[in-house]
């Protein structure tokens, strides 16, 4: 039997998170080979994830990414254990108030950019070889466009996104 791929998922507590978790258990049939799952959240709760092949194995380890000591923790843990990941599926994210005064900007940015990154740098090194793969997913309900300066002209794009058709 060949060793299980690792597969993590942040936030995987609800929401999109859970819903990849659930969908990658459910077809077996398009796994070829056995797959650890980490599903991961701030809680590390037992999110009771059924699996539908004795290939699979759950785990639900606890990962706050905006926290350099449980990033760390998780890593060592996770590298001890089985080496090298296949695929990192970055979900963890929160969303904004609805009310936006600056102040509401630092908790997005630590945790859709500045987490994601730090967990990026800390799982890269454990990455498979040619086929290891990271996925970052985002939303626009998490875009800080409510704290950027109106532009010049509403209806003119900025400059230097403009494109051109010729090469």
Same mark, same amino acid.
Request: with cysteine; hydrophobic share 30%.
């Given at each position: 039997?060949?060793? $299980? ?6 936030? @995987? ?9 659930? !969908? +990658?258990?459910?077809?077996?049939? %398009?796994?070829?080979? $056995?797959?650890?799952?980490? @599903?991961?959240? *701030? %809680? /590390? ?18 990962? #706050?990414?905006?926290?350099?000591? !449980? ?16 695929? +990192? ?5 929160? =969303?904004?108030?609805? #009310?936006?005064?600056?102040?509401? @900007? *630092?908790?997005?940015?630590?945790? =859709?950019? *500045? /987490?994601?990154? #730090? ?5 890269? $090194? ?6 290891? *793969?990271?996925? =970052?997913?985002?939303? @626009?309900?998490?875009?800080? #466009?409510?704290? =950027? ?7 003119? $794009?900025?400059?230097? +996104? ?6």
């Amino acid at each position: 039997m060949s060793s $299980p791929k690792v597969i993590i998922v942040t936030g @995987a507590n609800r929401g999109i998170g859970c819903a990849i978790c659930t !969908s +990658l258990l459910s077809h077996p049939s %398009q796994i070829s080979h $056995p797959i650890t799952l980490f @599903a991961t959240s *701030r %809680q /590390g709760s037992n999110l009771n994830l059924t699996t539908s092949s004795s290939n699979q194995r759950n785990l639900y380890p606890s990962l #706050d990414i905006t926290s350099s000591s !449980s990033i760390s923790t998780f890593v060592l843990k996770l590298k001890s254990s089985y080496g090298n990941v296949e695929v +990192l599926i970055n979900n963890a994210g929160v =969303n904004l108030d609805s #009310d936006f005064p600056p102040s509401n @900007a *630092r908790k997005p940015l630590d945790t =859709n950019y *500045r /987490g994601t990154l #730090d967990v990026c740098t800390a799982i890269l $090194p454990l990455l498979t070889p040619k086929t290891g *793969r990271i996925v =970052n997913l985002s939303s @626009a309900g998490s875009s800080l #466009d409510p704290f =950027n300066p109106p532009s010049p002209s509403a209806s003119e $794009p900025c400059p230097r +996104l403009k494109t051109s058709t010729s090469w």
